[in-house]
């Protein structure tokens, strides 16, 4: 069983940068697609970003392509979520997630992490 376990959340004024890392407890997350998805008080999970199993695709919600960047080392079994030019909407716990292919769909992905919470004061 393959744990995902989430870290480098925290409190960041808007315009400001935060690296969310993911780290497989168990097995490891090579051979797998990777995503990222956050769900904000009151509202539904949503897709945030997605990475194929080597790395070579990814995919962004629109409302965050062109300021976060998601990659993985596999080397170092680990899933990374760079986060620029932050905006107070960003506010969310951030779960990273195991599937078998890359899709923004939650019920494509298999194993969640417990997340870590993002603020983005104004």
């Known amino acids: 069983q393959v744990q995902p376990v989430e870290s480098g959340g925290g409190l960041v004024q808007a315009g400001g940068s935060l690296r969310l890392s993911c780290a497989a407890s168990?097995?490891?997350?090579?051979?797998?697609?990777m995503g990222w998805f956050r769900q904000a008080p009151g509202k539904e999970r949503e897709f945030v970003a997605a990475i194929s199993r080597s790395g070579g695709s990814t995919s962004y919600a629109d409302s965050v392509k062109g300021r976060f960047t998601i990659s993985r080392d596999n080397a170092k079994n680990t899933v990374y979520l760079q986060m620029n030019s932050l905006k107070p909407e960003d506010t969310a716990v951030y779960s990273c997630?195991?599937?078998?292919?890359?899709?923004?769909?939650?019920?494509?992905?298999?194993?969640w992490g417990q997340g870590t919470q993002v603020t983005v004061s104004s």
């Open positions: 168990g097995r490891t997350f090579t051979g797998y697609a």
């Open positions: 997630a195991k599937g078998q292919w890359l899709t923004t769909t939650p019920g494509g992905y298999d194993y």
